[in-house]
């Protein structure tokens, strides 16, 4: 598409649009109606020159020497008048002028071809450089005593007085097409720019948001446009989120960083006192809560994630952790449907199931159950473990950064801290209760699509 065909706005492209079709219904239709008005003249000359022809048998006969002759008057005043238009002749069976109206004075027919006897032919001739529509008819006309004589009768009639009210019905004709043609126009465009206003006025809400002016589309739009003003509505939130997410993460990591550097910068200010134990614990604290940090700030889950299988995806998590913890050997039991997907970025959904099942093969004797069902308007995960445990005094405190039940095995407490903020941030809910196996039962409630 070129450049300037790209800058054409929408309510550019509809008017030329319909200017095109208009332009070809107007066409098409002043085609349709001078063709039809052409025929209806053509037809209405012959017509009359037709019974024209037959006003002159009705007043013609031949003698006993088969001399043509008009009985009576000419029945239209222009016969008498010379070059008036209106010009009759009778022939013989050879071509020859036997009869001529006094409208031929001075003028000559040009020759013609015979017609079958009793069939009129409709010609067109030039006479005097004017057009001319001419009847050829044959009659075989029977004398006294049963003599036939073949006449050959010949009408022409000017055809300019028609050809000028053709033309005069073609100016009329076009002129109010094209008037209403512009009408047309004029009124389509007005219905585009009434019918277009919904989107200038999103347009400008949208520039409203832009200036700081609303933080979302107040609406609200014609139902066509909803469903794009949702869209973008949820697009405008995930967004503010997002930001929101990276000011808090940034707030966090500058807090938290506070007090091991401030054991580091004593460490450096007190030689003398200097403990390396507490330097190495120190920086051990700073790269947990980097990376901690950097996990929180990248899980950004997009406004409408596409649906992920969840089988395979658990599959994949159960064999890598099986190789982690391969030195106990624990019965997993996995029971989820093929066809069940959550909506939910690979790498989020990979992130909360992962920490899951790394606290159950951690915390499990030698039984792991996994189980995930629909229900309702709702996705349920359950990760269940035989091991000891959480007591209810922990439950809430496990989820908070940095916070172990136990300190016994090996970790640094952000797990399920990560897995909070993963389902918060999918509009999910996390509880953490007793497995019938005996020990803890971690389920995710997730809604299926956002």
């Not at 649906?307 to 039991?333: D, I, N, Y």
């Amino acid at each position: 598409m070129k450049p300037a065909a790209r800058r054409l706005s929408l309510q550019a492209r509809l008017l030329l649009a319909a200017l095109a079709v208009l332009l070809v219904f107007v066409a098409l239709t002043g085609l349709a109606l001078d063709r039809a008005f052409r025929q209806s003249l053509e037809t209405a000359q012959r017509e009359r020159l037709q019974d024209r022809l037959y006003a002159l048998l009705a007043i013609l006969d031949v003698d006993a020497n088969g001399q043509p002759r008009f009985v009576r008057p000419l029945p239209d005043p222009r016969y008498g008048r010379p070059a008036s238009g209106l010009y009759a002749q009778v022939e013989d069976a050879h071509g020859k002028v036997r009869l001529r109206t006094p409208s031929l004075l001075g003028l000559r027919l040009p020759a013609a071809s015979p017609s079958p006897p009793g069939e009129p032919r409709f010609v067109t001739r030039k006479l005097e450089g004017r057009p001319h529509l001419a009847l050829h008819y044959t009659v075989r006309w029977e004398g006294d005593g049963g003599r036939t004589t073949d006449l050959r009768i010949r009408l022409l009639e000017d055809r300019t007085p028609w050809l000028a009210r053709r033309d005069d019905f073609r100016r009329t004709l076009w002129g109010w097409l094209g008037g209403a043609a512009v009408l047309l126009l004029l009124v389509q465009a007005g219905v585009l720019r009434w019918g277009l206003r919904p989107l200038r006025r999103v347009s400008a809400d949208l520039h409203r948001i832009e200036q700081g002016q609303i933080d979302a589309l107040p609406g609200p739009y014609p139902p066509e446009l909803q469903q794009l003003t949702d869209r973008i509505d949820a697009l405008l939130k995930h967004n503010r989120r997002q930001v929101e997410r990276y000011r808090d993460a940034l707030g966090n990591l500058a807090h938290s960083l506070k007090t091991p550097l401030a054991i580091l910068a004593n460490a450096i200010d007190e030689p003398a006192r200097r403990d390396p134990a507490e330097a190495r614990e120190a920086v051990q604290r700073i790269r947990e809560i980097i990376d901690y940090q950097l996990q929180r700030a990248a899980t950004a889950a997009r406004a409408n994630p596409a649906p992920v299988p969840l089988r395979p995806q658990l599959e994949r998590l159960l064999q890598t952790l099986g190789k982690v913890h391969g030195e106990a050997r624990r019965e997993v039991e996995l029971q989820i449907p093929a066809e069940l997907a959550i909506a939910m970025e690979t790498g989020d959904l990979l992130e909360l199931f992962g920490n899951l099942l790394d606290n159950a093969f951690k915390w499990a004797e030698r039984r792991i159950r996994i189980r995930a069902a629909r229900e309702g308007d709702a996705i349920v995960v359950r990760v269940e473990d035989d091991g000891p445990g959480i007591p209810d005094p922990q439950k809430a405190a496990v989820r908070e950064r940095g916070r172990r039940a136990d300190t016994r095995v090996e970790g640094h407490g952000l797990g399920l801290a990560m897995v909070q903020e993963i389902v918060l941030l999918y509009g999910g809910e996390l509880h953490i209760g007793d497995s019938p196996l005996g020990g803890a039962e971690l389920t995710v409630k997730l809604p299926p699509h956002r």
